[in-house]
């Protein structure tokens, strides 16, 4: 996800830069109340500023851990993991979760049964 790629896809405007970064990294659209505010961020912080605020938010690393739940484990994420996923990846980072559920024993099992 880049921030330059979201400004092309946005048509440069900053309203569209806002919409298309929540949407690509959110999963889903700001409210009203959130573009003003992330309008206003830009205007202030500049647009690599709000890229990783969105990016290092909770709602993102939560989209990001359930992600992970479908390529690991092929499955739903259960609400506590993801939350508990979402942590360690805002605070350790994407290599401690992948390696984190790689390494469980849930991932294990289910690697014996594909790969005999």
């Not at 946005?10 to 990294?25: D, K």
């Not at 390529?71 to 290599?95: I, K, M, S, Y």
């Amino acid at each position: 996800w880049s921030c330059g790629g979201v400004v092309r896809l946005a048509g440069g405007r900053r309203g569209g830069f806002v919409a298309c970064g929540c949407g690509a990294v959110l999963g889903r659209a700001a409210g009203p109340n959130g573009v003003v505010w992330w309008l206003a961020s830009v205007n202030l912080h500049g647009r690599v500023w709000v890229v990783a605020r969105i990016w290092f938010s909770m709602g993102a690393a939560m989209r990001r851990a359930g992600n992970y739940y479908q390529v690991f484990l092929q499955r739903a994420p259960d609400p506590a993991g993801q939350v508990n996923w979402a942590r360690v990846l805002l605070t350790q980072g994407e290599g401690a979760v992948r390696t984190g559920i790689a390494g469980s024993q849930e991932y294990h099992d289910r690697a014996i049964v594909r790969y005999p």
